[in-house]
């Protein structure tokens, strides 16, 4: 059984950015450090950071006055900004700077007074951030756009005044597919200047794309509340190829295996390298041969900490280390 590895797999820049606030505020200020929903979609990473010392709550009213608080990648909404201030918590905006740039255009937007098609999964993070960045004074709405049926039937009020953003994580086929609904409604609908979708969602998907044809099985390592790990799986499907999505090789069963020559083994962008490695131990335990990296798009993203952690030593081998190749 041949294991070959996607590339590139696994954590993005914003992710390592957002695992990089926690634990560098935890270094400077000490435990407990509060965190507005998981930091990142991955249950391996929240645990580590929790043994760490971060408190994870869903609200910022289980936060003690006095707190420092960290806001996840995924972002915020602009009233549970004012609520931090207002209460004068300390705050660290772990927000990945392309979504942050999502929320730039909706503010652009609504400043226009157009009405905004969001294209998104309802009750994501991202997406209920998103949303709370809308500006409604100018008169404009944001409408949540889940799927192509949506798109077909949608009502709008001003079709020659309306503009569409997207989350990051989402399917790049799905999206695309989506959008041209919507421009065949549409014509005169706003587009924003660069694609939404995040590059390493982008390059996550199009490295399985390269790959899935050569498997018989795909394993996604990554958790099922990551939406760009979710995407990978339904790429393999997609494909006519069975794909599974676990959080770890404790996860995987056996004869999912049966007969395959080769399985791809990849992992979303919240997902740590770590966990692929011992998913590929588990896989050769069970008859695999040496993995194989295969040759895709390098990345070089980087993305700059808050001005007071700067200062603030990075963390040794931490949860972010990345795989060997990129």
């Not at 707190?67 to 300390?90: C, M, N, P, W, Y």
């Not at 997406?127 to 949608?154: H, N, Q, W, Y």
Request: with cysteine; glycine share 8%; charged share 30%.
């Amino acid at each position: 059984m041949k294991i070959l590895l996607a590339n590139p797999r696994g954590f993005c820049a914003g992710v390592d950015r957002a695992i990089d606030i926690v634990e560098r505020a935890l270094t400077l200020f000490g435990k407990p450090i509060y965190v507005r929903h998981e930091v990142v979609h991955n249950k391996y990473v929240v645990d580590e950071l929790r043994e760490k010392g971060a408190i994870f709550v869903d609200e910022l009213v289980e936060v003690p006055d006095d707190a420092t608080v960290i806001f996840s990648a995924h972002g915020v909404s602009r009233a549970v900004e004012q609520e931090a201030a207002d209460r004068g918590l300390k705050v660290f905006d772990a927000t990945c700077p392309l979504v942050t740039k999502v929320h730039m255009e909706v503010r652009r937007y609504a400043e226009q007074g157009l009405d905004v098609l969001l294209i998104g999964h309802a009750g994501h993070p991202e997406v209920e951030g998103t949303m709370g960045r809308f500006d409604d004074s100018r008169g404009g709405r944001i409408l949540l756009v889940e799927s192509k049926e949506d798109a077909a039937r949608l009502e709008v009020r001003d079709p020659e005044r309306l503009a569409f953003v997207t989350q990051t994580t989402l399917s790049v086929d799905d999206t695309a597919e989506i959008v041209e609904v919507l421009r065949g409604r549409f014509p005169a609908l706003k587009a924003p200047r660069r694609e939404d979708i995040c590059y390493a969602t982008q390059n996550r998907q199009d490295a399985v794309k390269e790959m899935v044809g050569q498997c018989d099985v795909l394993v996604v390592v990554g958790s099922a509340t990551s939406s760009n790990s979710s995407r990978l799986r339904e790429l393999a499907e997609k494909s006519g190829v069975p794909g599974y999505l676990v959080d770890g090789p404790e996860y995987m069963e056996r004869e999912w295996f049966d007969g395959a020559r080769t399985v791809g083994v990849t992992a979303g962008a919240s997902a740590p390298e770590i966990l692929v490695q011992r998913v590929v131990a588990q896989l050769k335990a069970w008859g695999g041969e040496h993995s194989e990296e295969v040759i895709g798009r390098e990345e070089h993203v980087l993305f700059s900490l808050p001005r007071e952690l700067r200062k603030v030593p990075p963390v040794g081998q931490h949860t972010s280390a990345r795989p060997s190749g990129e």
